[in-house]
């Protein structure tokens, strides 16, 4: 079975520091690796894929596949991130269900 | 707003009670997908929807879950005979399959079982 840790609840960082929020993922497999955010009072949405290797909001994320980790970083955190944040991980294998991970607290201090 | 929507948004229910949730996902996407979140947690699998099939289920959803999507459009998700471990938000997904499986989220119905 699959699953995605991410072992920090809460990460407190000061405007300006960079950033990593830690994910690890289980899966035998070749998975599809997301980070999803949600801001304040808002519905989750997509930040980024590791498929697509972009760069979303300055964010960027690197699939490991010797370390199984998918680390989302940062380097200049803006108080605008401060939300909630999660890794989530889709097997494939003609299986379409996200197994997200219990989420990651980014707080950006002024 | 042409985003997915999800009625009603709030729900308290007696312990005991059925309730049903419905989703209306963004009008081009043919999956369907419903996940619950509770409370320090990341949402959780359900059911998936391709069109009005019914694809995928987890071993969460037991007997007292049902969802249906009768057209290949909006989704219900029926629980019935509530229990207070039911308590959470129950957030429902659509994608489309040329979009590289991108999942739209609704706001989720958070159900309160007294």
């Known amino acids: 079975a699959q699953r995605v840790t991410q072992p920090e609840k809460l990460l407190s960082v000061f405007k300006g520091a960079p950033v990593e929020l830690k994910c690890n993922y289980s899966?035998?497999?070749?998975?599809?690796l997301f980070w999803y955010v949600q801001y304040s009072r808002q519905r989750l949405q997509l930040l980024l894929r590791?498929?697509s290797r972009e760069s979303i909001k300055g964010f960027t994320a690197d699939l490991n596949k010797g370390e199984t980790s998918f680390h989302l970083k940062k380097p200049f955190a803006q108080e605008e991130d401060s939300a909630m944040y999660y890794c989530?991980?889709?097997?494939?294998?003609?299986?379409?269900?996200?197994?997200f991970g219990k989420g990651t607290k980014l707080s950006v201090i002024p | 707003d042409t985003g997915v929507s999800q009625d009603p948004r709030h729900k308290i229910t007696k312990r005991g009670q059925n309730v049903t949730f419905r989703c209306d996902p963004i009008?081009?996407?043919?999956?369907l997908y419903w996940y619950r979140q509770t409370l320090g947690q990341g949402p959780e699998f359900l059911t998936y929807?391709?069109?009005?099939?019914?694809?995928?289920k987890s071993r969460l959803l037991s007997d007292r879950f049902s969802a249906e999507r009768p057209k290949g459009s909006f989704s219900t998700l029926e629980i019935q005979r509530t229990e207070q471990g039911d308590s959470a938000m129950y957030l429902c997904?659509?994608?489309?399959?040329?979009?590289?499986?991108?999942?739209?989220f609704g706001p989720g119905t958070r159900l309160t079982v007294t």
């Open positions: 989530a991980l889709r097997s494939g294998a003609g299986s379409y269900q996200l197994t």
């Open positions: 590791h498929i």
């Open positions: 009008s081009e996407h043919n999956r």
């Open positions: 899966y035998s497999g070749s998975p599809e």
């Open positions: 929807f391709q069109n009005e099939a019914q694809l995928e």
């Open positions: 997904a659509s994608s489309w399959t040329g979009d590289r499986n991108e999942q739209y």
